[in-house]
């Protein structure tokens, strides 16, 4: 079913983000029928992980995804929180034994995305099962409504899904999101105040610290940009920073840091030193411009 619904326009700002051509899969480990005929017991339950793609018979590591990213509220925040494949899988994990069921009607589909313009958008990136590296094979959409029901968008976005109200403790999980976020905030902002503003500024504190965008998390390395509260003034100077065919630009003192736990690093060097991968980085390049529908490279500029 294609959707031509003017609320679809809502849901999908920011998408460009993971905007990707190519087919998706089923784990076929259950049949993708509609679960809205409660007294049938025999009839089988479906699970997000059984229609990631159900126009495909290709099996997705749904156990292990290659990123995610969440937002609080589709309409109203453009803040977005960055997750690695553990993290993202950690918070999602507990809709494993949530069964989904198509809505009984247009309207009632239609009824659903508006509901989700309020609630919480989970995008999450998946490989095929058989792939060793990071691709993204399959890109859905989890939202959680304020009235606690799961929403589930196939890799296509051809199919809507939803459950029960109450299955998910909307407050609780929005804070899930936070914390798993703030911990390693904190860890990064510390870093910065010791390697980086106090060679300069003696009298630095961890206050000045402000995280201006954060990118995510690859191969465990933190990446985005971190500014000094008492020293971002800068002239407006346009910076590139070329690695492979992927151009960078940004602001002069809006660097792009590559923190790995024990060194901040630019973009190239991490890459260099095999901190981080070309997909990696065409992955930073959606989260440094989501409104681009490909990354830009130097061989078109």
């Known amino acids: 079913m294609v959707k031509g619904k003017t609320i679809k326009v809502f849901l999908v700002l920011g998408a460009l983000l993971f905007s990707i051509a190519g087919g998706g899969c089923a784990t076929g480990q259950n049949s993708a029928v509609s679960n809205s005929d409660e007294g049938n017991i025999n009839e089988p ?177 933190f990446v985005g940009t971190l500014l000094d509260r008492k020293n971002c003034v800068f002239v407006e100077v346009v910076c590139e920073l070329v690695v492979e065919d992927l151009v960078f630009r940004y602001s002069y003192g809006y660097d792009i840091y590559v923190y790995d736990g024990t060194d901040f690093l630019d973009l190239l060097t991490a890459y260099n030193q095999s901190k981080l991968t070309y997909d990696n980085l065409v992955q930073i390049y959606y989260a440094l411009y989501p409104s681009l529908l490909a990354p830009k490279t130097a061989n078109s500029v």
Request: proline share 3%.
């Open 45 to 221: 339950q479906t699970y997000y992980m059984d229609v990631i793609d159900p126009f495909s018979s290709i099996t997705f590591d749904y156990e292990n995804p290659n990123y995610g990213y969440a937002s609080l509220n589709v309409l109203l925040s453009g803040y977005r929180y960055y997750f690695d494949g553990e993290q993202i899988y950690s918070l999602i994990s507990e809709f494993n034994d949530v069964p989904i069921s198509i809505p009984e009607s247009d309207a009632h589909e239609e009824e659903l995305y508006k509901q989700a313009v309020n609630g919480i958008n989970i995008k999450v990136s998946y490989k095929f099962e058989t792939r060793d590296t990071e691709n993204d094979d399959a890109v859905v959409n989890f939202y959680v409504l304020e009235n606690g029901t799961l929403l589930f968008e196939d890799n296509r976005e051809l199919t809507l899904y939803y459950s029960d109200a109450n299955v998910v403790n909307y407050n609780e999980f929005k804070n899930k999101i936070m914390s798993t976020e703030d911990n390693m905030v904190d860890e990064i902002c510390e870093a910065y105040l010791n390697k980086i503003l106090k060679p300069k500024r003696e009298d630095a504190v961890i206050e000045d610290v402000w995280l201006f965008q954060y990118m995510g998390t690859y191969n465990g390395c």
